[in-house]
């Protein structure tokens, strides 16, 4: 099986092949835009004004939780750190709809109570979120990388498209010969001749790294923008969400962006440093599912991408259920598979 990158979707995916005892090998371009290098990980299941549980929440989690700690095991290393996020309610139709959302039961594993922070500028409160964190995106892909180049099963370059050919057998590029192909290319998919007519609708993001000697609040701040203390003793701001790719490099608007949001969000603006500032591009898709399957007539090709925003939460489960479709032929769910779009 050849694999075309080396992101979360990529890594995890052949992670999870050669446990199913599959030979892989990951080709991956050191030079192109990653997101999941970029980032911050984070792992939120309720969201947006409305407070909405992430479809499948129940069965998501736990396979992501089950695959880091497995992963933290296995390179006797952390990667996954669970903390509380302090959600604050910006307006009283979010406090009457988190009302409404904390007398549903399937709420209560998630949301806990309505209270006050002292440091944050919440006048109508927080709601305290729980099963949330991040992921040391950077710390996993590294382990993997290591883990990939022990088992050669990693080749660092650029996959040309037009150097591929299929034959009725499988696949054949640069004299590597495999059944199948899977992409998973991040955002540049939507440039993959086989795949470009899949719906993409990639956003780009920013977010700074600031060194602080202020005591800042130790959960994760979520006021539509965010304030995540990582485990270094640096925070994280973030994240700036536009879908204009003329350039993907920093900006100073994206800097003064979360600057004034990171105001917003506390009484006392801090000390700070900027340590870093990166740039990176989400992989959305336009209806807001991920794209799993192969092409119409050349099954040897399939795809594994589409995450989104929400990749350290989605992609253990999936990557586990790809992997059993291409090992045992169960079943990808119409909802992900690439099948659905005319
Ligand atoms: C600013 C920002 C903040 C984010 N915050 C969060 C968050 O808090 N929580 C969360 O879960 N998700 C977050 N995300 C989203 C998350 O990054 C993605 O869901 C996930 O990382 C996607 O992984 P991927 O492997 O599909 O894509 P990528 O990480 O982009 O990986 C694709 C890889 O393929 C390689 N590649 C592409 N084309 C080729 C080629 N032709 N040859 C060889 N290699 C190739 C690229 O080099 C790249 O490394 C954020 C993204 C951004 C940009």
Redesign the pocket.
């Known amino acids: 099986m050849l694999i075309?990158?080396?992101?979360?979707?990529?890594s995890i995916l052949a992670w999870q092949l050669i446990q199913c005892g599959k030979s892989v090998l990951v080709?991956?371009?050191e030079h192109?835009s990653?997101?999941?290098r970029?980032?911050?990980?984070?792992f939120n299941p309720v969201t947006g004004q409305r407070f909405v549980l992430q479809s499948d929440a129940e069965v998501l989690i736990p396979a992501a939780r089950e695959l880091y700690t497995h992963m933290e095991q296995q390179f006797e290393q952390p990667f996954f750190y669970e903390m509380p996020m302090l959600r604050i309610i910006k307006n009283e139709k979010e406090l009457s709809t988190l009302y409404k959302r904390k007398t549903d039961p399937v709420y209560s594993a998630y949301l806990g109570e309505i209270t006050t922070h002292p440091s944050l500028n919440a006048p109508l409160g927080v709601v305290e979120q729980f099963q949330t964190g991040y992921l040391d995106t950077n710390a996993l892909l590294d382990c993997l990388k290591s883990y990939f180049i022990e088992n050669h099963s990693f080749i660092s370059n650029?996959?040309i498209h037009d150097d591929l050919e299929t034959t009725a057998a499988g696949i054949c590029w640069n004299g590597i010969k495999a059944n199948q192909i899977i992409f998973?290319?991040?955002?540049?998919g939507r440039n993959n001749p086989w795949f470009s007519w899949l719906p993409f609708q990639p956003a780009k993001?920013?977010?700074l790294t600031l060194k602080s000697t202020a005591e800042l609040p130790d959960q994760i701040i979520n006021g539509g923008r965010w304030l995540l203390p990582v485990h270094d003793g640096n925070h994280k701001v973030?994240?700036t969400y536009d879908h204009d790719l003329s350039t993907t490099r920093p900006t100073e608007k994206a800097e003064h962006g979360l600057l004034g949001a990171m105001q917003q969000l506390l009484i006392d603006m801090p000390d700070y440093e900027i340590i870093a500032q990166q740039c990176?591009?989400?992989?959305n898709t336009l209806d807001k599912n991920p794209f799993i399957g192969f092409h119409p007539e050349h099954h040897q090709l399939g795809i594994f991408?589409g995450?989104?925003?929400?990749?350290?939460?989605l992609i253990p489960y999936y990557a586990d259920l790809f992997a059993q479709h291409l090992t045992d032929s169960a079943e990808i769910p119409a909802r992900v598979d690439i099948a659905r779009i005319q």
């Open positions: 075309v990158g080396q992101g979360l979707a990529g080709t991956h371009d192109a990653s997101a999941s970029v980032a911050a990980g984070l650029q996959f998973c290319e991040g955002y540049m993001g920013e977010i973030g994240a990176g591009v989400r992989p991408n995450f989104g925003s929400k990749g350290s939460m």
